[in-house]
Protein backbone atom coordinates (compact mmCIF):
# COMPACT_ATOMS: atom_id res chain seq x y z
CA UNK A 1 0.00 0.00 0.00
CA UNK A 2 1.15 3.80 -0.81
CA UNK A 3 -0.16 6.56 1.11
CA UNK A 4 -0.26 10.01 0.32
CA UNK A 5 -1.28 13.29 2.19
CA UNK A 6 -2.33 16.43 0.90
CA UNK A 7 -3.20 19.56 3.05
CA UNK A 8 -6.31 20.41 0.36
CA UNK A 9 -8.03 18.52 -2.29
CA UNK A 10 -11.01 18.70 -4.06
CA UNK A 11 -12.72 15.51 -3.00
CA UNK A 12 -16.35 14.80 -4.60
CA UNK A 13 -18.05 16.65 -1.62
CA UNK A 14 -15.96 19.34 -2.13
CA UNK A 15 -12.85 21.36 -0.90
CA UNK A 16 -11.43 19.04 2.04
CA UNK A 17 -8.53 19.59 4.72
CA UNK A 18 -5.67 17.33 5.40
CA UNK A 19 -6.63 14.45 3.29
CA UNK A 20 -5.30 10.98 3.41
CA UNK A 21 -5.51 8.82 0.48
CA UNK A 22 -4.32 5.43 -0.03
CA UNK A 23 -3.48 3.47 -2.47
CA UNK A 24 -3.85 -0.35 -3.61
CA UNK A 25 -2.77 -2.11 -6.88
CA UNK A 26 -3.41 1.40 -8.67
CA UNK A 27 -6.65 1.97 -6.95
CA UNK A 28 -7.88 4.30 -4.21
CA UNK A 29 -8.70 1.87 -0.75
CA UNK A 30 -9.50 4.85 1.81
CA UNK A 31 -10.01 8.84 1.12
CA UNK A 32 -9.70 10.20 4.31
CA UNK A 33 -9.86 13.86 5.72
CA UNK A 34 -9.43 15.28 9.15
CA UNK A 35 -6.30 13.51 9.65
CA UNK A 36 -2.67 13.50 9.84
CA UNK A 37 0.69 12.71 7.52
CA UNK A 38 1.25 8.78 7.89
CA UNK A 39 4.67 7.28 8.33
CA UNK A 40 5.77 6.84 5.58
CA UNK A 41 3.12 9.00 3.14
CA UNK A 42 4.14 11.19 0.81
CA UNK A 43 2.86 14.68 1.24
CA UNK A 44 1.68 16.39 -1.94
CA UNK A 45 2.31 20.24 -2.54
CA UNK A 46 -0.93 22.49 -2.71
CA UNK A 47 -4.26 21.40 -4.10
CA UNK A 48 -4.86 17.85 -5.21
CA UNK A 49 -7.43 17.37 -8.20
CA UNK A 50 -8.65 14.50 -9.69
CA UNK A 51 -6.39 13.75 -12.84
CA UNK A 52 -8.12 15.76 -16.03
CA UNK A 53 -9.55 14.23 -18.94
CA UNK A 54 -8.16 15.81 -22.57
CA UNK A 55 -10.82 14.53 -24.84
CA UNK A 56 -9.72 15.68 -28.00
CA UNK A 57 -6.51 15.55 -29.38
CA UNK A 58 -4.79 15.87 -32.47
CA UNK A 59 -1.24 14.64 -31.50
CA UNK A 60 0.58 15.09 -34.81
CA UNK A 61 -0.57 19.50 -35.02
CA UNK A 62 1.64 20.00 -31.95
CA UNK A 63 4.34 20.45 -34.48
CA UNK A 64 2.26 23.20 -35.68
CA UNK A 65 2.34 25.70 -32.48
CA UNK A 66 3.94 28.94 -33.17
CA UNK A 67 4.34 28.24 -37.19
CA UNK A 68 0.65 29.12 -38.89
CA UNK A 69 0.56 32.81 -37.42
CA UNK A 70 2.33 34.93 -40.69
CA UNK A 71 -0.46 35.95 -42.66
CA UNK A 72 -3.57 35.69 -40.98
CA UNK A 73 -6.33 33.47 -43.00
CA UNK A 74 -8.56 31.39 -41.57
CA UNK A 75 -9.30 28.29 -40.58
CA UNK A 76 -9.67 26.94 -44.07
CA UNK A 77 -5.80 28.12 -44.73
CA UNK A 78 -4.57 27.24 -41.96
CA UNK A 79 -5.45 23.45 -43.19
CA UNK A 80 -2.19 23.77 -45.41
CA UNK A 81 0.11 24.33 -42.50
CA UNK A 82 -1.93 20.46 -41.44
CA UNK A 83 -1.79 18.75 -44.15
CA UNK A 84 1.96 19.44 -44.78
CA UNK A 85 2.93 18.66 -41.17
CA UNK A 86 0.41 15.34 -41.79
CA UNK A 87 2.22 14.64 -45.61
CA UNK A 88 5.62 14.57 -43.29
CA UNK A 89 5.17 11.82 -40.72
CA UNK A 90 5.61 8.00 -40.56
CA UNK A 91 5.09 5.70 -37.62
CA UNK A 92 8.47 6.36 -36.13
CA UNK A 93 8.04 10.33 -36.69
CA UNK A 94 5.28 9.70 -35.06
CA UNK A 95 6.11 8.17 -32.17
CA UNK A 96 8.44 10.53 -31.46
CA UNK A 97 6.08 13.38 -31.99
CA UNK A 98 3.50 11.81 -30.21
CA UNK A 99 5.41 10.62 -27.15
CA UNK A 100 6.64 14.21 -26.19
CA UNK A 101 3.52 15.94 -26.55
CA UNK A 102 1.80 13.02 -24.76
CA UNK A 103 4.46 13.99 -22.07
CA UNK A 104 3.79 17.43 -22.00
CA UNK A 105 0.21 16.54 -21.12
CA UNK A 106 1.48 14.65 -18.46
CA UNK A 107 3.13 17.76 -16.97
CA UNK A 108 -0.11 19.81 -17.55
CA UNK A 109 -2.04 16.97 -15.35
CA UNK A 110 -3.65 15.06 -17.76
CA UNK A 111 -4.23 11.51 -17.06
CA UNK A 112 -6.02 10.75 -19.87
CA UNK A 113 -6.21 11.30 -23.84
CA UNK A 114 -8.20 10.94 -26.10
CA UNK A 115 -6.88 11.00 -29.50
CA UNK A 116 -9.02 11.93 -32.65
CA UNK A 117 -6.93 9.52 -34.89
CA UNK A 118 -6.98 9.96 -38.59
CA UNK A 119 -3.55 9.65 -40.09
CA UNK A 120 -3.97 6.11 -40.81
CA UNK A 121 -1.98 5.25 -44.01
CA UNK A 122 1.25 6.09 -46.35
CA UNK A 123 1.29 9.41 -48.20
CA UNK A 124 -1.06 8.54 -51.22
CA UNK A 125 -3.13 6.29 -49.33
CA UNK A 126 -1.16 2.50 -48.97
CA UNK A 127 -1.37 1.08 -46.59
CA UNK A 128 1.61 -0.03 -43.97
CA UNK A 129 2.14 -4.17 -43.45
CA UNK A 130 0.32 -3.15 -40.20
CA UNK A 131 -2.58 -1.53 -41.21
CA UNK A 132 -2.75 -0.09 -37.81
CA UNK A 133 1.03 0.89 -37.19
CA UNK A 134 0.21 4.56 -37.06
CA UNK A 135 -2.09 4.12 -33.96
CA UNK A 136 0.26 1.33 -32.84
CA UNK A 137 2.95 4.28 -32.13
CA UNK A 138 0.04 6.19 -30.33
CA UNK A 139 -0.53 3.46 -28.43
CA UNK A 140 2.97 3.45 -27.72
CA UNK A 141 3.23 6.99 -27.34
CA UNK A 142 1.03 7.16 -24.30
CA UNK A 143 2.32 3.88 -22.87
CA UNK A 144 6.17 5.78 -22.87
CA UNK A 145 4.62 9.20 -21.59
CA UNK A 146 2.68 7.82 -18.87
CA UNK A 147 -0.72 8.80 -19.83
CA UNK A 148 -3.96 6.30 -20.31
CA UNK A 149 -5.24 6.55 -23.80
CA UNK A 150 -8.27 6.67 -25.72
CA UNK A 151 -7.78 5.65 -29.77
CA UNK A 152 -10.51 7.45 -31.45
CA UNK A 153 -10.19 5.79 -34.85
CA UNK A 154 -11.29 8.00 -37.58
CA UNK A 155 -13.66 7.19 -40.27
CA UNK A 156 -12.79 9.84 -43.08
CA UNK A 157 -13.82 9.00 -46.71
CA UNK A 158 -14.31 12.39 -48.49
CA UNK A 159 -12.45 15.01 -48.77
CA UNK A 160 -15.60 17.99 -48.49
CA UNK A 161 -18.79 18.44 -49.20
CA UNK A 162 -20.62 21.70 -50.70
CA UNK A 163 -24.22 22.15 -52.77
CA UNK A 164 -23.23 19.64 -55.17
CA UNK A 165 -22.33 16.81 -52.91
CA UNK A 166 -19.25 15.28 -51.76
CA UNK A 167 -16.04 15.60 -53.05
CA UNK A 168 -12.86 12.39 -53.36
CA UNK A 169 -10.25 12.80 -51.15
CA UNK A 170 -7.82 15.26 -52.07
CA UNK A 171 -3.96 14.11 -52.53
CA UNK A 172 -3.39 15.72 -49.23
CA UNK A 173 -6.24 13.17 -47.84
CA UNK A 174 -5.94 9.82 -49.21
CA UNK A 175 -3.85 8.79 -46.35
CA UNK A 176 -6.58 9.77 -43.80
CA UNK A 177 -9.27 7.05 -45.93
CA UNK A 178 -9.98 3.28 -46.13
CA UNK A 179 -12.35 3.91 -49.00
CA UNK A 180 -15.84 2.76 -47.08
CA UNK A 181 -17.07 2.57 -43.71
CA UNK A 182 -17.07 -1.20 -43.54
CA UNK A 183 -12.99 -0.83 -44.60
CA UNK A 184 -13.02 1.57 -41.40
CA UNK A 185 -14.40 -0.77 -39.48
CA UNK A 186 -12.77 -3.77 -40.54
CA UNK A 187 -9.39 -2.31 -40.01
CA UNK A 188 -10.54 -0.72 -36.26
CA UNK A 189 -11.53 -4.34 -35.77
CA UNK A 190 -7.93 -4.77 -35.53
CA UNK A 191 -7.08 -3.32 -32.39
CA UNK A 192 -6.94 -4.33 -29.30
CA UNK A 193 -7.90 -2.65 -26.13
CA UNK A 194 -5.84 -2.91 -22.61
CA UNK A 195 -6.16 -1.78 -19.23
CA UNK A 196 -4.39 1.56 -20.53
CA UNK A 197 -5.95 1.60 -23.72
CA UNK A 198 -9.55 1.89 -25.10
CA UNK A 199 -10.40 2.20 -28.67
CA UNK A 200 -13.29 4.00 -29.37
CA UNK A 201 -14.26 5.25 -32.81
CA UNK A 202 -14.96 8.88 -34.85
CA UNK A 203 -16.91 10.38 -37.47
CA UNK A 204 -14.39 13.10 -38.72
CA UNK A 205 -17.56 15.09 -39.86
CA UNK A 206 -19.93 15.31 -41.84
CA UNK A 207 -18.01 17.22 -44.93
CA UNK A 208 -15.70 13.72 -44.57
CA UNK A 209 -18.61 11.01 -43.84
CA UNK A 210 -21.63 11.15 -46.49
CA UNK A 211 -25.40 10.02 -44.66
CA UNK A 212 -25.37 6.65 -46.13
CA UNK A 213 -22.09 5.95 -44.17
CA UNK A 214 -23.37 7.37 -40.49
CA UNK A 215 -24.94 4.61 -39.74
CA UNK A 216 -22.41 1.72 -40.53
CA UNK A 217 -20.06 3.92 -38.26
CA UNK A 218 -22.87 4.17 -35.21
CA UNK A 219 -23.41 0.59 -35.47
CA UNK A 220 -19.55 -0.64 -35.85
CA UNK A 221 -18.93 2.05 -32.34
CA UNK A 222 -21.98 0.46 -30.12
CA UNK A 223 -21.11 0.44 -26.86
CA UNK A 224 -17.97 2.49 -27.32
CA UNK A 225 -17.14 5.91 -26.99
CA UNK A 226 -17.80 7.74 -30.19
CA UNK A 227 -16.76 11.89 -30.87
CA UNK A 228 -17.41 13.73 -34.15
CA UNK A 229 -16.34 16.83 -34.89
CA UNK A 230 -19.92 19.37 -35.08
CA UNK A 231 -20.21 22.54 -36.77
CA UNK A 232 -16.87 23.91 -36.04
CA UNK A 233 -17.42 26.18 -38.73
CA UNK A 234 -20.56 27.74 -40.03
CA UNK A 235 -19.68 26.74 -44.04
CA UNK A 236 -20.15 23.16 -42.68
CA UNK A 237 -23.73 24.06 -41.73
CA UNK A 238 -24.21 25.77 -44.65
CA UNK A 239 -23.42 23.03 -47.18
CA UNK A 240 -25.23 20.78 -45.31
CA UNK A 241 -28.32 22.59 -45.47
CA UNK A 242 -27.68 23.31 -49.37
CA UNK A 243 -27.22 19.47 -50.02
CA UNK A 244 -29.08 17.64 -47.18
CA UNK A 245 -31.21 19.90 -46.14
CA UNK A 246 -30.16 19.36 -42.77
CA UNK A 247 -28.13 20.82 -40.16
CA UNK A 248 -24.88 18.72 -39.16
CA UNK A 249 -26.64 17.86 -36.11
CA UNK A 250 -29.66 16.45 -37.31
CA UNK A 251 -27.49 14.55 -40.06
CA UNK A 252 -26.30 13.47 -37.21
CA UNK A 253 -29.05 12.19 -35.21
CA UNK A 254 -31.05 10.43 -38.11
CA UNK A 255 -27.80 8.53 -38.43
CA UNK A 256 -27.66 7.12 -34.92
CA UNK A 257 -24.28 8.57 -34.47
CA UNK A 258 -25.93 11.08 -31.39
CA UNK A 259 -26.23 9.51 -27.53
CA UNK A 260 -24.83 9.34 -24.05
CA UNK A 261 -21.36 7.49 -25.52
CA UNK A 262 -21.41 10.28 -28.16
CA UNK A 263 -19.51 13.58 -27.64
CA UNK A 264 -19.91 16.27 -30.06
CA UNK A 265 -16.60 18.02 -30.68
CA UNK A 266 -16.38 21.87 -30.77
CA UNK A 267 -20.66 22.47 -31.21
CA UNK A 268 -19.70 25.77 -31.96
CA UNK A 269 -22.58 27.22 -34.87
CA UNK A 270 -25.61 25.41 -33.27
CA UNK A 271 -29.55 26.33 -33.78
CA UNK A 272 -31.58 26.05 -30.76
CA UNK A 273 -33.11 22.97 -32.08
CA UNK A 274 -29.65 21.64 -32.67
CA UNK A 275 -28.99 22.29 -28.82
CA UNK A 276 -32.08 20.52 -28.20
CA UNK A 277 -31.48 17.32 -29.73
CA UNK A 278 -27.88 17.68 -28.17
CA UNK A 279 -29.76 17.64 -24.48
CA UNK A 280 -32.39 15.09 -25.50
CA UNK A 281 -30.02 12.08 -27.35
CA UNK A 282 -27.28 12.73 -23.95
CA UNK A 283 -24.67 13.47 -25.70
CA UNK A 284 -21.45 15.34 -24.31
CA UNK A 285 -20.38 18.94 -25.73
CA UNK A 286 -16.75 18.84 -26.39
CA UNK A 287 -15.39 22.36 -26.28
CA UNK A 288 -11.73 23.84 -26.95
CA UNK A 289 -11.91 27.05 -26.10
CA UNK A 290 -7.81 27.59 -26.92
CA UNK A 291 -8.26 26.15 -30.25
CA UNK A 292 -11.43 27.83 -30.73
CA UNK A 293 -10.10 31.41 -30.44
CA UNK A 294 -6.65 30.24 -32.20
CA UNK A 295 -8.86 29.19 -35.04
CA UNK A 296 -11.87 31.94 -35.14
CA UNK A 297 -14.13 29.30 -34.67
CA UNK A 298 -16.35 31.02 -32.62
CA UNK A 299 -17.72 30.91 -28.89
CA UNK A 300 -20.33 28.05 -28.81
CA UNK A 301 -23.70 27.99 -26.30
CA UNK A 302 -21.79 25.61 -23.87
CA UNK A 303 -24.20 27.12 -20.71
CA UNK A 304 -27.28 26.49 -22.73
CA UNK A 305 -26.22 23.04 -24.01
CA UNK A 306 -25.45 22.16 -20.07
CA UNK A 307 -28.58 23.39 -19.32
CA UNK A 308 -30.24 21.46 -21.93
CA UNK A 309 -29.21 18.27 -20.69
CA UNK A 310 -25.29 18.31 -23.09
CA UNK A 311 -22.55 17.42 -20.37
CA UNK A 312 -19.69 19.26 -21.50
CA UNK A 313 -15.97 18.19 -21.69
CA UNK A 314 -12.64 19.85 -22.24
CA UNK A 315 -9.76 19.18 -25.13
CA UNK A 316 -6.60 21.00 -26.52
CA UNK A 317 -7.17 19.83 -29.73
CA UNK A 318 -4.48 21.28 -31.68
CA UNK A 319 -2.38 22.01 -29.10
CA UNK A 320 -2.40 25.44 -29.60
CA UNK A 321 -2.01 25.84 -25.31
CA UNK A 322 -1.70 22.49 -23.71
CA UNK A 323 -3.26 23.30 -20.52
CA UNK A 324 -6.92 21.51 -19.58
CA UNK A 325 -7.17 24.17 -16.57
CA UNK A 326 -6.47 27.41 -19.05
CA UNK A 327 -9.44 25.54 -21.22
CA UNK A 328 -11.35 24.94 -17.87
CA UNK A 329 -11.18 29.00 -17.18
CA UNK A 330 -11.77 29.81 -21.63
CA UNK A 331 -14.94 27.78 -20.96
CA UNK A 332 -15.88 30.48 -18.38
CA UNK A 333 -14.51 33.64 -19.92
CA UNK A 334 -16.10 33.20 -23.37
CA UNK A 335 -19.55 32.67 -21.87
CA UNK A 336 -18.87 36.06 -20.10
CA UNK A 337 -17.56 37.42 -23.13
CA UNK A 338 -20.73 36.26 -25.24
CA UNK A 339 -23.19 37.14 -22.33
CA UNK A 340 -21.43 39.88 -20.50
CA UNK A 341 -22.16 38.29 -17.32
CA UNK A 342 -19.86 36.77 -15.23
CA UNK A 343 -20.02 33.63 -13.08
CA UNK A 344 -21.98 31.46 -15.73
CA UNK A 345 -20.06 27.95 -14.50
CA UNK A 346 -19.41 27.27 -11.06
CA UNK A 347 -16.21 25.98 -10.07
CA UNK A 348 -16.95 22.95 -9.40
CA UNK A 349 -18.91 22.56 -12.54
CA UNK A 350 -15.59 23.51 -14.47
CA UNK A 351 -13.81 20.64 -12.58
CA UNK A 352 -16.44 18.42 -13.93
CA UNK A 353 -15.87 19.38 -17.36
CA UNK A 354 -12.31 19.15 -16.97
CA UNK A 355 -12.55 15.33 -15.74
CA UNK A 356 -14.60 14.03 -17.51
CA UNK A 357 -12.71 10.73 -18.12
CA UNK A 358 -15.95 8.80 -18.57
CA UNK A 359 -16.59 10.45 -22.04
CA UNK A 360 -13.33 8.34 -23.23
CA UNK A 361 -14.21 5.24 -21.91
CA UNK A 362 -13.26 5.38 -18.74
CA UNK A 363 -16.03 4.81 -15.72
CA UNK A 364 -13.64 4.33 -13.09
CA UNK A 365 -11.15 7.58 -13.34
CA UNK A 366 -12.29 11.17 -12.91
CA UNK A 367 -12.58 11.37 -8.90
CA UNK A 368 -11.19 11.03 -5.82
CA UNK A 369 -13.10 8.86 -4.66
CA UNK A 370 -12.75 4.73 -3.12
CA UNK A 371 -12.96 2.03 -5.80
CA UNK A 372 -11.87 5.15 -8.11
CA UNK A 373 -8.28 4.80 -10.59
CA UNK A 374 -5.20 6.27 -7.92
CA UNK A 375 -4.91 9.27 -10.70
CA UNK A 376 -3.92 12.13 -8.21
CA UNK A 377 -2.30 16.09 -9.52
CA UNK A 378 -0.87 17.99 -6.95
CA UNK A 379 -1.20 22.15 -8.07
CA UNK A 380 1.20 24.00 -6.35
CA UNK A 381 -0.89 27.18 -4.44
CA UNK A 382 2.25 29.24 -3.82
CA UNK A 383 3.27 30.16 -7.00
CA UNK A 384 2.76 33.93 -8.23
CA UNK A 385 0.07 32.87 -9.90
CA UNK A 386 -1.78 30.89 -7.27
CA UNK A 387 -0.67 32.48 -3.54
CA UNK A 388 -3.81 33.58 -1.37
CA UNK A 389 -5.90 31.71 -3.40
CA UNK A 390 -9.00 29.91 -2.11
CA UNK A 391 -8.37 26.18 -3.23
CA UNK A 392 -11.75 25.35 -4.14
CA UNK A 393 -11.20 28.22 -7.31
CA UNK A 394 -8.02 27.07 -7.87
CA UNK A 395 -9.08 26.45 -11.64
CA UNK A 396 -9.28 30.12 -12.30
CA UNK A 397 -5.89 31.13 -11.30
CA UNK A 398 -3.43 28.55 -12.14
CA UNK A 399 -2.14 27.71 -15.13
CA UNK A 400 -0.30 23.97 -16.10
CA UNK A 401 2.88 25.74 -15.29
CA UNK A 402 1.59 24.75 -11.37
CA UNK A 403 0.91 21.55 -11.83
CA UNK A 404 3.52 20.03 -9.25
CA UNK A 405 3.24 16.22 -8.91
CA UNK A 406 0.81 13.73 -11.21
CA UNK A 407 0.33 10.50 -10.30
CA UNK A 408 -1.39 7.50 -12.84
CA UNK A 409 -2.78 4.45 -12.16
CA UNK A 410 -1.02 4.87 -8.72
CA UNK A 411 2.16 5.46 -10.73
CA UNK A 412 4.36 8.82 -10.02
CA UNK A 413 4.94 10.50 -13.87
CA UNK A 414 5.74 14.13 -12.57
CA UNK A 415 7.33 15.16 -9.69
CA UNK A 416 8.68 18.43 -8.96
CA UNK A 417 7.08 19.92 -12.17
CA UNK A 418 9.32 17.11 -14.29
CA UNK A 419 8.33 14.61 -16.41
CA UNK A 420 10.31 11.04 -15.70
CA UNK A 421 11.26 11.16 -19.55
CA UNK A 422 13.52 13.83 -18.64
CA UNK A 423 13.15 17.68 -20.42
CA UNK A 424 10.07 17.36 -22.32
CA UNK A 425 10.69 20.84 -24.22
CA UNK A 426 14.13 19.03 -25.69
CA UNK A 427 11.89 15.75 -26.66
CA UNK A 428 9.48 17.94 -28.66
CA UNK A 429 12.43 20.07 -30.55
CA UNK A 430 13.82 16.79 -31.61
CA UNK A 431 10.86 15.90 -32.58
CA UNK A 432 9.24 18.71 -34.15
CA UNK A 433 12.16 20.95 -36.23
CA UNK A 434 12.87 17.95 -38.57
CA UNK A 435 9.30 17.92 -39.98
CA UNK A 436 9.85 21.41 -41.11
CA UNK A 437 13.40 21.26 -42.68
CA UNK A 438 12.18 18.32 -45.22
CA UNK A 439 12.44 19.77 -48.35
Not at 74 to 98: H, I, N
Not at 105 to 116: N, R
Not at 340 to 348: D, E, N, Q, V
Amino acid sequence: MTSYFARHALLPTGAAIDVTFEVTDGRFIAVTAGTRPAPGATVLPGVVLPGLANCHSHAFHRALRGRTHAGGGTFWTWRQGMYAVAAALDPDSYLELARATYAEMALAGITVVGEFHYLHHSPGGVRYADPNAMGAALIQAAADAGIRLTLLDTCYLAGGLGPDGHAVLGPEQLRFGDGTAHAWADRVGLLSPSDAVVVGAAVHSVRAVPREALPVVAMAAAGRPLHVHLSEQPAENEAAQAFYGRTPTELLDEGGVLGPLTSAVHATHLTESDVAILGRTGTTSCFCPTTERDLADGIGPARALLDAGSGLSLGSDQHAVIDLIEEARALEMHERLATRRRGRFTPAELQTAATRHDTLGWTDAGTLAVGQRADLVAVRMDSPRTSGTDPAQILLAATAADVDTVVVDGRTVVTGGQHRLGDVGDLLRKAIEPLWSQP
